[in-house]
């Protein structure tokens, strides 16, 4: 089992929709936990960190579970420009675990 | 000032030649990471930094060596690579530590190895 586990997608959403992405990790340890966006032929952009009494900023609210070890990225009324891979990132003690990455496309 | 700069933003080498990545921040922090990304997948862990002292080696061939002069500078020198080492290579850094550290990365430097 991967460390953190994301859904790949693309997910394919019109403008103006909501979307949700989830992300799993499996040590339970995990200290700190961050959402990333990247866009093609980019580096990856912080997001926002996640914490433990969820976080909103803008169009985006973040989400921990820490009994069930996941975290949630909501993005409401989604824009021509949120078109990227969002990346799940998990701190362990010394190093920091990337997910997979789930690409968004929002369609005019 | 949220900024880690990388330079050279491209770079064309062939194998038998050496050459440096450089990379550098002035945000304080004392953590700093190499990362290899391939296309479509996410960044790999290569090496990391802490308090200029190397903490983290991912098992990388010894064809790459990192370096880390002093608190704001990080270099990578490369010699003899092998075309599958073309990628684009990330730097990143953060404060040390455990506590909720983000993490803020370089825009890369594109490698092609011919």
């Known amino acids: 089992r991967k460390e953190v586990e994301q859904d790949p997608g693309p997910f394919n959403v019109p403008e103006g929709a909501t979307v949700a992405f989830n992300c799993t990790y499996s040590?339970?340890?995990?200290?700190?936990f961050f959402w990333y966006r990247q866009d093609c032929r980019k580096e990856p952009k912080l997001l926002m960190s996640?914490?433990?009494s969820g976080n909103e900023d803008g169009r985006f609210t973040a989400q921990l579970n820490r009994a069930s070890q996941y975290i949630s990225l909501l993005i409401r009324d989604s824009k021509l420009s949120d078109s990227a891979t969002y990346l799940c990132?998990?701190?362990?003690?010394?190093?920091?675990?990337f997910g997979t990455g789930t690409r968004l496309k929002v369609l005019a | 000032d949220t900024e880690v700069t990388q330079t050279p933003k491209h770079l064309v080498m062939g194998m038998t030649n050496k050459k440096s990545l450089k990379c550098e921040q002035h945000?304080?922090?004392?953590?700093m990471y190499w990362y290899k990304q391939k296309a479509k997948k996410p960044p790999e862990l290569m090496f990391v930094?802490?308090?200029?002292?190397?903490?983290i080696n991912e098992s990388v061939p010894s064809r790459f060596s990192p370096e880390c002069p002093n608190s704001s500078l990080l270099n990578l020198h490369l010699h003899a690579l092998q075309p599958e080492d073309s990628a684009l290579y990330l730097c990143?850094?953060?404060?040390?530590?455990?506590?909720?550290?983000?993490?803020?990365f370089g825009p890369g430097t594109r490698l092609t190895v011919l």
């Open positions: 990143a850094s953060s404060q040390a530590g455990t506590s909720y550290n983000e993490q803020f």
């Open positions: 040590n339970s340890a995990s200290q700190s």
């Open positions: 996640v914490y433990s």
């Open positions: 990132v998990v701190r362990g003690t010394y190093k920091y675990i």
């Open positions: 945000m304080g922090h004392r953590a």
């Open positions: 930094y802490s308090y200029e002292k190397l903490s």
